[in-house]
């Protein structure tokens, strides 16, 4: 399969940041992706108490879900007006720290504790600062990074899981030379290479 018009493709942070902005977020679903109801018990696989991991997260309502189900949630995103936005649409209070060993990053996490996202780039983290987790829901995560970046996503990614972990990964598939991203088609032969 030819991506070859989208491999060369960079969506800086600074544009995501005018994406929360302008409210042009077409990518948020007000109730939740029915995906993740479906795929449930494989991403549990019969445990409780999860740390679940939401990379790229912006204001996806399942993360409130998945807490009320007695999981802990931990998510990553770059703007901080998505973050806000999370915990105001939900009516949950909050509050902001520092994060030491990230400069200029900020943790926000809900008074009840079961959620905590971390305003910053995915990048900039790793297990040492988050920790690892049993479970992972990658939805416009994978397919939001550029494609410059997949090989170090996908490292990052696997480092942040626990052995026994369970990975959801939600892609779409159409051809890329209609539509320039994101989200970009992410082809299963490289997901393959990428995760094994
Ligand atoms: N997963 C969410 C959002 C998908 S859109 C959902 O299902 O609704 C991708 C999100 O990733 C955007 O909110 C964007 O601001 C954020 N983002 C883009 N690059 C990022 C990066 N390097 N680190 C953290 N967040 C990033």
């Not at 445990?47 to 679940?52: D, E, K, N, Q, T």
């Not at 990964?169 to 490289?190: A, C, I, R």
Request: with cysteine; glycine share 8%.
């Amino acid at each position: 399969s030819d991506i070859g018009s989208q491999k060369e493709r960079v969506v800086t942070e600074e544009e995501w940041l005018q994406k929360w902005e302008m409210g042009n977020i077409g990518f948020h679903k007000e109730q939740g992706h029915p995906l993740l109801q479906k795929y449930l018990d494989v991403l549990l696989n019969g445990r409780s108490g999860l740390r679940i991991f939401f990379p790229l997260c912006g204001k996806a309502v399942e993360m409130k879900w998945l807490a009320d189900m007695g999981h802990s949630v931990v998510g990553v995103e770059v703007s901080e007006q998505a973050v806000k936005e999370f915990f105001s649409e939900h009516s949950l209070p909050y509050c902001e720290e520092p994060v030491p060993e990230i400069s200029g990053a900020k943790m926000f996490q809900s008074t009840s504790g079961d959620i905590s996202l971390y305003c910053c780039s995915i990048y900039d983290l790793s297990s040492s600062i988050v920790g690892k987790f049993d479970g992972v829901w990658d939805r416009g995560a994978l397919v939001a990074v550029n494609p410059c970046d997949r090989q170090r996503y996908a490292s990052l990614m696997i480092n942040l899981v626990e052995k026994n972990s369970s990975y959801l990964l939600v892609t779409v598939s159409y051809d890329p030379n209609k539509h320039k991203g994101p989200p970009f088609y992410v082809p299963e032969s490289e997901i393959q290479s990428l995760f094994g």
